[in-house]
């Protein structure tokens, strides 16, 4: 239906409480990007709060087809909501109720070739979310909040710290590279398990790239070579100015140039591929 039209009830506990998961899934030519990933993530959202998932694998693989079937554009981002439905305001989790599924299509544009010339600025801020941020739930107050930080500050994104250690950004994953090597935060309850996140660890593997998941410490956030932030929607983009100061030399590094190469060699591989399965 339009967005117009679509309603849902004010006691939906989305509405009321917050209770509820999302996903975010591009696609590429008119092709689902990564869905098994994508799925499987949600899965763990949904095991994290212990509500059962509607759908099997299959149903929502058809679901998400029919929707981008039903929208214009080569390259939409697909946002898929789940909540626990609705109930008398009561912080228990009701019984017998079905969970509200909402899914919408919404044009991707990718990001701007200016962007990923001269990168992106950024601030720091400490980490002051909850300890679940595993968890894709819809609750996003705190990292609204942290967002808004770096938009007030004049930046794209808020690069977080916690007891002096990275975790991840208001809206993406952080990567640091210090002497050609790629460091990564650990996948913890400490932050999002981002889609992209793992593809680069992929590609960097395949590529024979070094990398190093580990905590990464905040001196190695200040001294880094390099610095990037990436999610399912902005792809990879350098951060050459991080709290006001350049990040290695003020320019987007060799690294990130390679790293961004091969991922969009691996979306068009992945688009022939599934074209030539279909």
Same mark, same amino acid.
């Given at each position: 239906m339009p967005l117009e039209e679509a309603t849902v009830p004010v006691l939906d506990r989305g509405f009321i409480f917050g209770d509820g998961v999302y996903e975010v899934i591009p696609v590429y030519s008119r092709r689902l990007f990564r869905l098994a990933e994508h799925l499987r993530r949600l899965q763990n959202s949904l095991?994290?709060?212990? *509500? #059962?998932?509607?759908?099997t694998?299959?149903?929502?693989?058809? *679901?998400?087809? #029919?929707?981008?079937? #039903?929208?214009?554009g080569e390259d939409q981002y697909l946002y898929l909501h789940i909540t626990r439905g609705v109930a008398k305001r009561d912080h228990a989790f009701p019984k017998g109720v079905a969970p509200t599924v909402f899914l919408m299509s919404s044009p991707l544009t990718p990001p701007?070739?200016?962007?990923?010339?001269?990168?992106?600025?950024?601030?720091?801020? $400490?980490?002051?979310r909850w300890l679940r941020c595993d968890i894709k739930a819809?609750?996003?107050l705190p990292n609204v909040l942290l967002r808004q930080q770096a938009v007030v500050a004049g930046t794209m994104?808020?690069?977080?710290?916690?007891?002096? @250690?990275?975790?991840?950004g208001s809206a993406s994953n952080i990567f640091v590279v210090q002497n050609g090597v790629i460091l990564a935060p650990p996948k913890n309850n400490l932050m999002l398990p981002g889609i992209t996140y793992d593809l680069i660890l992929e590609l960097a593997a395949a590529e024979q790239i070094p990398c190093k998941v580990g905590p990464v410490p905040e001196a190695a956030l200040r001294s880094a070579d390099e610095i990037w932030l990436t999610s399912s929607t902005r792809e990879i983009l350098p951060i050459t100015v991080l709290d006001g100061q350049p990040v290695g030399n003020g $320019?987007?590094?060799?690294? @990130?140039?390679?790293?961004?190469?091969?991922? #969009?060699?691996?979306?068009?591989?992945?688009m022939r591929s599934a074209e030539v399965k279909s």
């Open positions: 095991d994290g709060i212990g *509500l #059962q998932n509607p759908h694998a299959a149903e929502w693989g058809a *679901l998400l087809q #029919q929707l981008v079937d #039903q929208n214009e701007a070739p200016e962007l990923k010339a001269g990168g992106v600025t950024a601030i720091t801020a $400490q980490d002051n819809i609750s996003l994104e808020a690069v977080l710290l916690r007891d002096g @250690f990275l975790t991840e $320019q987007p590094g060799p690294l @990130f140039k390679r790293m961004d190469a091969l991922y #969009q060699h691996y979306k068009t591989t992945v």
